[in-house]
């Protein structure tokens, strides 16, 4: 009688034990499925950051770059403002002059100032036309008083 009570607790028990083994090969593929889906999500998010930290040392470099740009078109600007000035320093001085010597009167005569500038340059004669010379002499007593 014992094998008989074995053998109907063994068919009772094999379909259960059939149907764990099967659900559980079946939630190990399931698990395994799962497993692969995360590693290529966690592949794909990696790549992605790949791309973004790629990404933000281009847009760095760019900015450094512009920086510089920025830094040399400043310095550009800079200097051009300092040769307008001076140009404009020295337009200012030529119009000063070129009044000054428009209210002279042409010929010899003049004051005396003029007279003992003539007398040291090389005087043409004409007050005007000295004048005129001495502005545009480098380093002449016109282009230091004004």
């Keep these: 009688m014992i094998p008989d009570a074995y053998l109907k607790i063994a ?3 094999v379909p259960y034990l059939i149907g764990a083994v099967i659900a559980g090969l079946l939630v190990g593929w399931v698990q395994q499925i799962r497993v692969r889906h995360a590693k290529a999500d966690l592949a794909t998010a990696q790549a992605e950051l790949k791309e973004t930290k ?3 040392q281009f ?3 760019a900015n450094k770059a512009n920086q510089a740009t920025i830094t040399s078109l400043t310095q550009e600007v800079k200097d051009a403002l300092t040769g307008c000035d001076s140009r404009l320093a020295v337009k200012d001085r030529t119009l000063k002059n070129l009044k000054r010597i428009s209210e002279l009167t042409p010929g010899k005569g003049g004051s005396s ?3 003992l500038n003539a007398a040291s340059d090389s005087a043409s004669g004409d ?3 000295d004048e ?3 502005m545009y002499t480098p380093g002449s007593p016109s282009d230091s008083k004004n």
Aim: aromatic share 0%; proline share 0%; charged share 40%.
């Design 59 to 61: 847009c760095q470099d």
């Design 11 to 13: 068919k009772t028990l």
């Design 132 to 134: 005129l010379n001495r």
């Design 54 to 56: 790629r990404d933000l």
């Design 113 to 115: 100032e003029l007279k």
């Design 127 to 129: 007050v005007i036309i």
